[in-house]
């Protein structure tokens, strides 16, 4: 069946700092991929997301680029701020299953200290 | 313009009692969706609604029942809550269920369950 696994949190930053959220996946077709964000006390919305393999999906500084390769989408920022301290999921939505809906990492917290 | 909105947003129940947790979506989507998000596992599929007048089950669907109302509406039902049933649940709808489109989220129902 399809899973998503990424990386163990809390990951703590300064400010300004590098971030890398690494995420990889099984899938028994060709799936789409998604990072979803969730703020305290809200729900999710989605980051941004890439439909085929080497597409790379951007919003807000955030990038990440579909690797069919190594079954991977890692999410980067190169220059993190306080107000991006949030939950970061990895998800993937496949036709090949027939299941019309979102398979979901356990999601990495996210905590940039001023 | 309210996106997807749900109530209530906290609930206590006994074992035993019953509930239902409502949720509506005013984009005209045609696709709605039930998860449960519970510490370190993510969001999990509970039952779907391709589209109006279906309903379909998720990953985890025992205990639940639902109902989609009109193409707005979608409900979620504990007959007889359980212990097990304590976590965050969140609505979604999407315009359809195919690969790549963006699901919207409700603010979730956090339900305790003594």
């Known amino acids: 069946g399809n899973s998503v696994t990424q990386m163990e949190g809390p990951v703590t930053l300064s400010e300004e700092a590098f971030l890398t959220i690494n995420c990889t996946y099984t899938a028994t077709g060709y799936p789409s991929l998604f990072w979803y964000v969730q703020y305290p006390g809200e729900g999710l919305q989605l980051l941004l997301k890439a439909t085929k393999a080497d597409d790379k999906g951007s919003n807000k500084g955030f990038e990440a680029t579909y690797r069919k390769e190594t079954t991977s989408f890692h999410l980067e920022k190169g220059s993190v701020q306080v107000s991006d301290s949030a939950v970061y999921f990895c998800a993937l939505s496949d036709q090949g299953t027939g299941r019309r809906a979102l398979t979901f990492g356990s999601g990495t917290r996210l905590q940039v200290q001023p | 313009n309210a996106g997807v909105t749900q109530t209530p947003k906290f609930q206590v129940l006994k074992t035993g009692q019953s509930m239902t947790l409502q949720c509506a979506q005013d984009?005209?989507?045609?696709?709605m969706y039930w998860y449960r998000q519970d510490p370190g596992m993510g969001l999990r599929l509970i039952y779907y609604s391709a589209s109006e007048g279906t309903t379909d089950k998720g990953e985890v669907p025992n205990g639940y029942n639902v109902s989609r109302l009109n193409k707005r509406e979608f409900s979620l039902r504990l007959e007889s809550a359980a212990p097990s049933q304590t976590s965050v649940y969140f609505c979604a709808s999407s315009e359809e269920s195919g690969l790549g489109n963006e699901q919207f989220f409700g603010p979730g129902t956090r339900l305790t369950v003594l």
């Open positions: 984009m005209n989507h045609n696709s």
